[in-house]
């Protein structure tokens, strides 16, 4: 029983890492997609996206069955139901990264944010594929560090989506009020992708530790 | 072993309409904070949240134990899995009144948004709260007639947060940059409520009847 149970605990692990891989395709992609107004690109992350949500659909039924028959107690439960929690995330990232794509594809031909504001996205899209591929590595390793630096680097997408707000406020925009808007969701998209990506590292972090990352608190629930 | 189960199952449901109507007054007062340009009100919102925060840890806990001390099976296993995904959209429901009420006390003594586009995001609050009100009925009756308006109420919101974008493309905008960034962040807080709203409603229509509410195809998980 207990090594059945390991098996599928392992499996479960093995596809949350498989869905870390996909969300981190996803948003390397929509970002390519976004900076070279590429919308062929884009229809290819919003196809695949498609297969994220069944790949969390799959997971979800996976933990479910192996709550209905080896009824896992204890530390055993919490990570079930945890895994239940990050396939939630995961799947989350996805949709940004999809959000990202299918502004492209509404603005296509133009770009959708003036060129003064691409460094500084550019900069947080980076960090959020640095962060998906850091998730996998985390749930591999389980390595403290990891999830460490998967923190920080959703520090410093938080310190350049607030930059975003000076730069839009500042006499130099020059964007209209539509490609404004556009910039803030592009904005909020990435910094959202951050915010979900952390929320996974502090499940795992709690589950093999029992205790939360000083640092970590946020907006995530803490079961 | 059953009537225990049961009175724990009934328990969690009390504990999830209890959220239902602290979303909706969270929502309720941030939109009144907003309005009226009342910074303390807003503080008290954001105050608040971490109440929402708390009740779902212990509601999320109580699913936990009942997890591991009655080992449900079938429906009543999803019925408790079920309940961690509808806390889960209930607290970002309150996490996304709170960032109205923060929005209102950034920019206080200033109203966030012009008066050209209060109509509509009044109209947007109206339905979100009203969809809060509507989740505490339906997670009461199960009346699929109520998951029903909660859809219909989203698709209004889905519309009325497109007509935003409508307003500020319009000549007759007249917002400045940052005014434009807020306002489209406004929107996208009050058109996510909705959306978790149907989320939870998919969820409570799945588990009564085992199939997907006609019309219910959205970003949420299956399961």
């Known amino acids: 029983m207990r090594k059945v149970f390991q098996a599928e605990l392992?499996?479960?692990?093995?596809?949350?890492?498989?869905?870390?891989?996909?969300?981190?395709?996803?948003?390397?992609?929509?970002?390519?997609?976004?900076?070279?107004?590429?919308?062929?690109?884009?229809?290819?992350?919003?196809?695949?996206?498609?297969?994220?949500?069944?790949?969390?659909?799959?997971?979800?039924?996976?933990?479910?069955?192996?709550?209905?028959?080896?009824?896992?107690?204890?530390?055993?439960?919490?990570?079930?139901?945890?895994?239940?929690?990050?396939?939630?995330?995961?799947?989350?990232?996805?949709?940004?990264?999809?959000?990202?794509?299918?502004?492209?594809?509404?603005?296509?031909?133009?770009?959708?944010?003036?060129?003064?504001?691409?460094s500084t996205f550019s900069e947080m899209a980076r960090l959020d594929i640095a962060i998906a591929k850091d998730l996998g590595e985390l749930l591999e390793t389980r390595d403290p560090e990891v999830a460490r630096r998967i923190i920080e680097s959703n520090r410093q997408i938080d310190d350049l989506h607030a930059s975003v707000f000076r730069v839009v406020a500042s006499p130099d925009w020059t964007g209209s009020a539509p490609t404004t808007a556009d910039t803030t969701l592009t904005s909020r998209y990435l910094e959202r992708f951050g915010d979900h990506g952390v929320s996974v590292a502090r499940k795992v972090t709690y589950l093999v530790t029992g205790e939360w990352e000083p640092g970590l608190a946020g907006e995530t629930p803490v079961v």
């Not at 590429?38 to 979800?60: G, H, S, W, Y």
């Not at 069955?65 to 995330?89: E, H, K, N, T, Y």
């Not at 990232?93 to 031909?109: C, E, F, K, S, V």
């Open 10 to 118: 392992q499996s479960i692990g093995e596809e949350l890492v498989e869905m870390t891989q996909l969300v981190g395709i996803a948003m390397e992609q929509a970002w390519a997609s976004f900076t070279n107004v590429d919308t062929e690109l884009a229809q290819e992350v919003i196809a695949a996206d498609a297969r994220i949500d069944f790949k969390q659909n799959q997971l979800d039924e996976r933990a479910i069955d192996v709550l209905a028959l080896q009824g896992p107690v204890a530390s055993d439960l919490r990570m079930i139901v945890g895994s239940l929690r990050m396939s939630a995330s995961l799947e989350r990232m996805g949709d940004l990264a999809r959000h990202i794509a299918q502004l492209t594809r509404l603005r296509y031909p133009e770009p959708v944010v003036p060129e003064v504001i691409m």
